[in-house]
């Protein structure tokens, strides 16, 4: 089982990125994947949550509104839409899979399976 996100960059302020996190060893739609994301000097921070078999999106509210998480079943992979990106978005981004129950999606300690990590700079 492993994930493999991908998608990072330099962005402008205001611009969007797509991230990727491809599965192998499971299928997509059978397990909840979480993005969560680090910034330098900064605690993980969970961002969005897609749970299995289509109950529910979830995101934080700093990227509410901006962030839209999804999948693709045949290709097998999570997507993370960000647009109106901002500075303070900077961080490394990871994609996590696991079973949290709803009251624990945001907590990456209940996660079995993580992704290496993608770099996404907001500056100008």
């Known amino acids: 089982v492993q994930l493999q996100a991908s998608g990072g960059g330099l962005v402008q302020p205001g611009g969007a990125l797509r991230l990727s996190c491809a599965a192998s060893g499971f299928t997509i739609n059978t397990a909840t994947i979480s993005w969560f994301r680090q910034a330098p000097g900064k605690e993980r921070e969970w961002v969005s949550t897609i749970r299995s078999y289509g109950n529910g999106v979830y995101y934080a509210n700093s990227v509410k509104g901006r962030f839209t998480i999804s999948r693709d079943i045949p290709k097998n992979t999570a997507y993370l839409q960000m647009t109106r990106l901002r500075p303070d978005d900077t961080a490394i981004y990871y994609c996590?899979?696991?079973?949290?129950?709803?009251?624990?999606?945001?907590?990456?300690?209940?996660?079995?399976?993580w992704g290496q990590g993608t770099q996404v700079t907001v500056s100008s």
């Open positions: 996590a899979r696991g079973s949290p129950p709803l009251g624990s999606i945001s907590n990456g300690a209940i996660y079995t399976t």
